[in-house]
T-cell receptor
Framework: SQQGEEDPQALSIQEGENATMNCSYK?????LQWYRQNSGRGLVHLIL?????REKHSGRLRVTLDTSKKSSSLLITASRAADTASYFC???????????FGKGTLLTVNP | KAGVTQTPRYLIKTRGQQVTLSCSPI?????VSWYQQTPGQGLQFLFE???????NKGNFPGRFSGRQFSNSRSEMNVSTLELGDSALYLC???????????FGQGTRLTVV
């Protein structure tokens, strides 16, 4: 069963705009990780946020976590054409040694 | 610091054959996980190894197996290949379960 669900499924914006992607999950988590994937290639790790954290930053990326709503958001500021990719959230729960991924958000940044 | 290395990058096999994929984790990482990615099912967990022990296994048939060596390198094997096994197979390494997991570029397996 799907733990994380990204929203929207697809997002198209202009260069310079901000992009916000959301992830909802069903059960309590230990951590949540965001990844980027360019067409058919490997996953690039962006940020890990733990269940006791509310916000983390990395460069132009900002991730928030709201455990009461079981949701997280990824904000990319001042987007660039090179940010065009699929973005996935993945959750780690309980004593499992596995990440459960959502279906991803396809972000297109138009020059 | 070298990243996660997966070999080969591309593979074409015939139905019924078997295949072995290799993953070299980041130096010092002892946890290695494998995932299958397909357009229909998305990213699905196969199994995870830590210090040569399988700690968790996903819902895949017994044709999918793996192992980890003492140097933390891991292999996964798929026997009696089916057309539906065509996918991108991704390997991830981390220090342990609650740490950042870094992925390799994947092995694109095509079964014909």
């Amino acid at each position: 069963s799907q733990q994380g669900e990204e929203d929207p499924q697809a997002l198209s914006i202009q260069e310079g705009e901000n992009a916000t992607m959301n992830c909802s999950y069903k059960t309590s988590i230990n951590n949540l990780q965001w990844y980027r994937q360019n067409s058919g290639r490997g996953l690039v790790h962006l940020i890990l946020i733990r269940s006791n954290e509310r916000e983390k930053h990395s460069g132009r990326l900002r991730v928030t976590l709201d455990t009461s709503k079981k949701s997280s958001s990824l904000l990319i500021t001042a987007s660039r054409a090179a940010d065009t990719a699929s973005y996935f959230c993945a959750t780690l729960t309980g004593s499992n040694y596995k990440l459960t991924f959502g279906k991803g958000t396809l972000l297109t940044v138009n020059p | 610091k070298a990243g996660v290395t997966q070999t080969p990058r591309y593979l074409i096999k015939t139905r019924g054959q078997q295949v072995t994929l290799s993953c070299s984790p980041i130096s010092g990482h002892r946890s290695v996980s494998w995932y299958q990615q397909t357009p229909g099912q998305g990213l699905q967990f196969l199994f995870e190894y830590f210090s040569e022990t399988q700690r968790n296994k996903g819902n895949f048939p017994g044709r999918f197996s793996g192992r980890q060596f003492s140097n933390s390198r891991s292999e996964m094997n798929v026997s009696t290949l089916e057309l539906g096994d065509s996918a991108l197979y991704l390997c991830a390494s981390s220090l342990d379960r609650d740490r950042d997991a870094f992925f390799g570029q994947g092995t694109r397996l095509t079964v014909v």
